[in-house]
T-cell receptor, first 115, second 114 residues
């Protein structure tokens, strides 16, 4: 079945450091790819998405490019802030019965940014 | 705009007790989902409802039942809670077949089974 593998955490960085969180996927067909973020005590929020190969999703300084040839969707940010501390989930969409799509998630990566 | 609303936010149960988690969305979405989140395992799908009147099992349905009460509401029931069901539960909704697959999540319900 379809699956997502994320970089193991936790990840700890200093403010203004460069961030990469690796994500690779296994899928039949051409799923949409997502990064969700979960701030402490909150639900998941969509951070960015890409719906086809070579698309780049971006939001709040974060970027990820849908790489079909390497089946990857790595999350990057050039200069992180303390407020970026959260858990980040990579996910892909997967068609299920009756026309609905579900999301298949990676295990999550906890990011802590120190001042 | 409330989005996806879950109740209760916190619950403690004893083994063998039953309870229902409630979820409602106000975005007129067709599909709704229940996920559980456990440390190191990401989110796993328990049940989903592609449209009003239909429900189907996800990856980890054992010990749970669901009801799609109407287009807005989708409840999750634990008939006889077990410690292995201690988790954070998330309800989500999505537009359905014409969508890119994006889901909108509630804030979660933290359940502890003693």
């Amino acid at each position: 079945g379809n699956s997502v593998t994320q970089m193991e955490g936790p990840v700890t960085l200093s403010e203004e450091a460069f961030l990469t969180i690796n994500c690779t996927y296994t899928a039949t067909g051409y799923p949409s790819l997502f990064w969700y973020v979960q701030y402490p005590g909150e639900g998941l929020q969509l951070l960015l998405k890409a719906t086809k190969a070579d698309d780049k999703g971006s939001n709040k300084g974060f970027e990820a490019t849908y790489r079909k040839e390497t089946t990857s969707f790595h999350l990057e940010k050039g200069s992180v802030q303390v407020s970026d501390s959260a858990v980040y989930f990579c996910a892909l969409s997967d068609w299920v019965a009756q026309g609905a799509q579900k999301l298949v998630f990676g295990q999550g990566t906890r990011l802590t940014i120190n001042p | 705009n409330a989005g996806v609303t879950q109740t209760p936010k916190f619950q403690v149960l004893k083994t063998g007790q039953s309870m229902t988690l409630q979820c409602a969305q106000d975005m007129n979405h067709n599909s709704m989902y229940w996920y559980r989140q456990d440390p190191g395992m990401g989110l796993r799908l328990i049940y989903y409802s592609a449209s009003e009147g239909t429900t189907d099992k996800g990856e980890v349905p054992n010990g749970y039942n669901v009801s799609r009460l109407n287009k807005r509401e989708f409840s999750l029931r634990l008939e006889s809670a077990a410690p292995s069901q201690t988790s954070v539960y998330f309800c989500a909704s999505g537009r359905g077949a014409s969508n890119t697959g994006e889901l909108f999540f509630g804030e979660g319900s933290r359940l502890t089974v003693l």
